[in-house]
């Protein structure tokens, strides 16, 4: 079983401006919970009992505050007789603790960066499950995304790396994944509908083994690209591992891919959550 994920939240969310000057773009709401929540709910719901935030080095922080108890609040609900709201409040069970990793805005940048901080910071020798916080699958009463990838794993040495399928049309928006005998070649970066290598998007949803870990910390560790040059993106070490004989499984996942990284994807989401109610 694999008890630990990743999850960063940092960033200023620039694209959502100027919301996300006073929100988190984790934060932002989907029905009556966060976003991240989404992704937070449904790993405890596989097994996770540490979970690894990566929050931008800012105070104050708000996605501490939401996995807090509040005192004040607890309270308040139980001085006006309303304890069967104690539940709504408590966002966090006992078993379950949230570690946090601050990573400087101003440092190196992409997604490769909240990863290995985390992986050399706790010496993380085991396998992980990796989510972005402002995105997740929406597939109520059936499986959910962990779950898609817990079971094609079939040890501590594999990885695995979620595909959501889009209409070919869409291909040129995406990382497109190259998938052969059910396992990643390659994440092909917005091909053209014509050269695409299939359906499946890559949705940041992952996996990770130790190896595949230390060659992300090596990776962010070994390159000093400039703030202009490149992102330090995840993908780069993936293609390497697999190169190398890594192997990172396929899941394919029949639940609807919501991120809320745009005004269209939030309001799509908000629209989808609440429409399921």
Known sequence: MITKAIIPVAGWGTRRLPITKIIEKSMLPVGNRPLVDYSVQELIKAGVTDIYMVISNVEPCQVKAF?????????????????DRLALAKTLPDNVKIHYVAQDPAGK??????????????????????????DFIWNPGQKSASSSLLDVVSGADESAILGVEVDREQVDKYGVLSVEDGKLVGVVEKP????????????????????????????VNNNNFGPKDQEYVVTDPIDAYIKDGGVMRVARTNGEYLDGGSVEGWLHANNVVCGDK
Do not use: C, H
């Not at 992409?110 to 085991?126: D, L, Q």
């Open 67 to 83: 996995y807090q108890d509040n005192n004040a609040l607890n309270q308040y609900l139980i001085d006006r007789g309303k304890e």
């Open 109 to 134: 940048y992409g997604t490769a960066v909240p990863i290995a901080m985390v992986a050399e910071e706790y010496n993380i020798n085991e396998p992980v499950l990796v989510f972005m916080g402002d």
């Open 192 to 219: 053209s509908v014509e050269e695409a290598p299939s359906n499946l998007i890559n949705v940041s949803k992952y996996i990770m083994s130790p190896e595949l870990l230390q060659r992300i910390v090596e990776y």
